[in-house]
């Protein structure tokens, strides 16, 4: 299984925090969201609720030529519409997709997030199942 989004830029992108990483469908973005890496992101709940049928996931995402991947394990009670979050750690929210990730937004090409500093600049992101 595998879906596909666009998400975008917003100058106030710093994908600093060190435990976790979020694409969310708002459009703004304070310099309080740290863990953020794309805003006015076009996921469909309904295609990411899909993915709880597994127990890993791989998340690719690409901004031009440079790419990366994460990989976690799936929290089965995500619910939520409007933000997807990815954990380092072992809480789960209805907002959390993903645990016990390998990277966060901190450890992420630092390349891509300064071009994703430029409103409305696309990332491509690609979620599949492990086997």
């Known amino acids: 299984m595998q879906v596909k989004f666009k998400t975008y830029g917003h100058k106030n992108i710093q994908a600093t925090h060190n435990r976790t990483l979020e694409f969310t469908k708002h459009k703004e973005l304070s310099i309080k969201g740290d863990c953020i890496i794309g805003v006015n992101s076009d996921f469909s709940p309904d295609e990411i609720k899909k ?4 127990d890993k996931i791989k998340i690719t995402i690409k901004v031009d030529e440079l790419t990366d991947t994460v990989e976690c394990q799936i929290n089965k009670e995500f619910s939520d519409e409007e933000e997807i ?3 380092i750690g072992e809480f789960k929210s209805k907002r959390t997709l993903g645990i016990r990730a390998d990277k966060a937004s901190s450890q992420l ?3 891509m997030f300064e071009k994703m500093k430029e409103p409305g600049k696309e ?3 690609i979620i599949e ?3």
């Open 109 to 111: 090409k630092r390349e």
């Open 51 to 54: 993915l709880l049928k597994s």
């Open 85 to 87: 979050v990815v954990r």
């Open 123 to 125: 990332m491509q992101v």
């Open 129 to 131: 199942t492990i086997i």
